[in-house]
């Protein structure tokens, strides 16, 4: 059995494909940058001293941690015009649900960060008069950052697999796409293997970034994992 | 307008959705045991750096490890079979799929299980003589084990979540049982509603086993 | 007295750098020989060269008379070791050895830790290695706390039942590194008199060690390591009382803890 292995229509395809690899992007982009967004006002809720607000913040990032990605993704694809009254569409279901997704986990990474700062840290800032949101601001955070840096980079990939998600609702990223190219030309397995050689070829060496950056955070004192 | 919210109808369809969850659970059972054999055999070879096996399976790690689930569910489901040449069935390629992806991640976390012993134990029996057999089983892999147990069990969940893709492909599990479910009766809103909180205490009581057995488990040494 | 142990210019580079150079060594049986030295004078490589823990670059080991390992020789003409790990482990479960951090094994009794080798080397049967445990977790006086695990014992009784399991195995020798130097003051000296003990019943002993009151009380032979040469060897009296190389008197000089408590005790 030797199956006669043919990519050639896929060049021909080239700017399908290339298409929702964009969209694929877009989705990324947005999710991420507003995930790092919400992630920080739930991070730093969960390690103020308010216990209402820490409680908040856990029920935030433990609901959305226990729910998979899928279902999250459909319920607000079908609760987004009730809830805020918008026309719902899969790109913008995609949007809030990879968004609060991303944002529930680097929650979890900001607390850890924030965590990791010792405590005469905050006490030196405070002995010079700094108020908490200064503290924060100026004395914790920026220390807390590095040690976070490879943790995020593990959250990009994360949601870079996630984004796949949106297939299931029809949303053209680059999954899709080759579904619907695959079943146009009867050839998936060509299809298929070059999304996955994509996808590895694009999360590999960030995936290996991360490592070496992990590793000089940890040379240089403290380690962060999500 | 205000929305209308309607739960005890899709009540009614709960044995169904159950039964979905219970495809999941199955599913999810099946790639963990196809993962498990593979992820220990992977991860000793790469922390041991076997000659010749070694890179071999740094690049299966490598792979899948960055692999996106869904996209291995269509590899397995729609290429799979033109490749080899028999059809197989949505249970066998998403269990295939999802066991695959899960064996890197557990070849990982055997990897640091490994070499989170620290060098004395490697020693110590080594100077009792032992071969690189004997040292793994009784010494290293009981130790590594017990430091295994909890991430374990994050990565059950892990699995537990990605088997809701397979849907995707027909595959009866809870998702796809609710879609059914939710055009059935034209209430998609409670019906994914009921079961992200049947998927959120399941997931979530797991999350707590973990966090017992990390505390528990938690090595006191010297 | 038979020979145990016999090195014959060992050396050991990693690298550009020497760490042990023609080192002509030999313990007889019976015989304790302490190994002093400043830190990182190669003291405890040498130890380890002499299990294969690590390897040694140059030279020859014989144990109980046998090379250890096989000769070639290569295309320049000079002459090179070959190690094989399966003769490795049988040479080391013919030395013991006990670490300066013990290395017990955490997820084992003080009991089971004494008999995994003799059961899964030895092929000892469980109630026979029970037995020997006991004998020896007696010898080192820790029978009481057979069945605690390392995480409920002192420092002093864990490297106390790390003894008892190097000599499970009933080695030709034990070697120690720095057996006592991980320990709280107040735990030294249990481990001392039981390693005195031990010397005294006539086990052939390698010891690397800080302590040399003990050195001087319980020795043989001392060897003042320095630079990686053997740099003066003598009797007791000989290196740490009357040593004639300056790097040996300046050593002692710098050593604060030379206490000579105890009256000599003379050598089995």
């Known amino acids: 059995m030797s199956y006669a292995w043919d990519f050639n229509f896929l060049w021909a395809l080239g700017p399908l494909l290339l298409g929702g690899l964009i969209n694929t992007g877009k989705l990324w982009a947005i999710a991420f940058s507003s995930g790092l967004a919400i992630g920080l006002a739930f991070g730093i809720m969960r390690t103020v001293p308010s216990r209402i607000l820490r409680g908040i913040g856990m029920v935030y990032v433990e609901a959305i941690r226990n729910t ?7 319920w607000f694809y079908y609760a987004l015009p009730i809830l805020v009254g918008v026309q719902s569409s899969a790109w913008l279901a995609a949007c809030v649900a990879l ?22 840290q905050w006490e030196a800032a405070r002995a010079i008069g700094l108020s908490y949101a200064h503290q924060m601001r100026y004395i914790v955070l920026p220390q807390a950052v590095m040690r976070m840096i490879p943790a995020f980079g593990n959250r990009a990939i994360e949601l870079a697999k996630a984004t796949t998600l949106a297939s299931t609702l029809a949303f053209g990223e680059l999954l899709f796409t080759a579904k619907v190219i695959a079943e146009d030309q009867f050839r998936p397995l060509e299809t298929f293997t070059a999304v996955s050689v994509i996808f590895t070829a694009v999360l590999l060496p960030l995936s290996y970034a991360c490592i070496w950056l992990e590793r000089r955070v940890a040379r240089s004192g403290g380690i962060v994992r999500d | 307008m205000p929305y209308d919210w309607n739960f005890t109808i899709v009540l009614r369809y709960l044995p169904q959705l159950l039964e979905g969850g219970l495809h999941t659970i199955i599913l999810s059972a099946a790639a963990i045991a196809l993962a498990a054999p593979i992820g220990v055999v992977m991860g000793v070879i790469r922390q041991q750096r076997v000659p ?52 890197a991640y557990l070849a990982e976390l055997v990897r640091a299980g490994l070499q989170s012993i620290s060098v004395g134990q490697w020693e110590a029996a080594r100077a009792l003589g ?19 147990i909890p991430v374990f069990f994050l990565l ?7 088997s ?10 809870i998702v796809y049982e609710a879609y059914r479910v939710a055009t059935d009766i034209y209430r998609p809103i409670e019906t994914f509603t009921i079961v992200g909180a049947i998927c959120f205490v399941f997931l979530f009581s797991l999350g707590r086993i973990a966090l017992y057995l990390e505390r528990r488990y938690a090595v006191v040494e010297r | 007295m038979t020979e145990v142990l016999r090195l014959e210019n060992l050396a050991k580079s990693y690298g550009q750098a020497q760490v042990l150079k023609d080192i002509n060594l030999t313990v007889r049986k019976g015989e304790t020989v302490c190994v002093i030295g400043a830190s990182g004078s190669g003291k405890s490589t040498l130890l380890r060269c002499v299990n294969f823990l690590g390897y040694p670059t140059g030279g020859r080991i014989f144990l109980e008379g046998k090379l250890v390992g096989r000769e070639v020789i290569d295309r320049s003409g000079r002459t090179e070791m070959r190690y094989r790990e399966a003769e490795l482990c049988a040479v080391r479960a013919h030395v013991g050895m006990v670490f300066q951090q013990f290395n017990l094994f955490p997820h084992m009794t003080a009991e089971e830790n004494v008999m995994i080798g003799p059961v899964k080397i030895r092929g000892l049967s469980k109630a026979e290695a029970k037995a020997r445990a006991a004998e020896h977790l007696q010898r080192v006086g820790i029978l009481e706390k057979a069945g605690a695990y390392p995480g409920q014992l002192s420092g002093g009784q864990q490297q106390r039942v790390a003894i008892a399991r190097a000599l499970a195995m009933e080695p030709s020798i034990m070697l120690f590194d720095e057996a006592t130097s991980a320990l709280d ?47 003066e060897e003598g009797t007791p009296e000989e290196v740490l009382v009357n040593p004639k190389k300056p790097r040996t008197q300046d050593f002692l000089r710098g050593v604060t803890t030379f206490r000579m408590p105890e009256p000599r005790i003379a050598p089995a």
């Not at chain 2, 032992?130 to 295994?148: C, D, H, K, S, V």
């Not at chain 2, 809701?164 to 599990?173: D, I, M, N, Q, S």
């Not at chain 3, 390693?195 to 390698?206: C, D, I, Y």
């Open chain 1, 99 to 120: 968004s609060l997704y991303t944002g529930a986990y680097s929650a979890e990474i900001y607390r850890a960060g924030i965590a990791s700062v010792e405590a005469g």
């Open chain 2, 156 to 162: 059950v969940i892990e699995v537990f979540k990605t």
């Open chain 3, 185 to 231: 003051p107040e735990l030294v000296g249990e481990v001392l008199l039981a390693m005195r003990k031990l010397a005294q019943e006539g086990t052939t002993m390698l010891v690397v060690t800080h302590e040399l009151g003990f050195a001087y009380n319980v020795a043989h032979r001392v060897i003042f390591l320095h630079e990686g040469t053997i740099h």
């Open chain 1, 68 to 74: 998979p990605g899928l279902i999250l993704l459909i």
């Open chain 2, 130 to 148: 032992m071969g690189t057999r004997l040292r793994l089983q009784y010494i290293i892999l009981p130790q590594a084990a017990r430091r295994m």
């Open chain 2, 52 to 103: 010749i096996l070694a890179p071999i399976a740094v690049a299966y790690i490598d792979f899948f490890r960055t692999s996106v689930a869904l996209v291995l569910i269509c590899w397995c489901y729609f290429a799979l079979p033109v490749l080899i040449g028999v059809t197989l069935s949505t249970f066998t390629a998403v269990t295939i799929a999802i066991g695959l992806q899960a064996s």
């Open chain 2, 164 to 173: 809701t893709l397979a849907g995707f492909v027909t595959y009866p599990e």
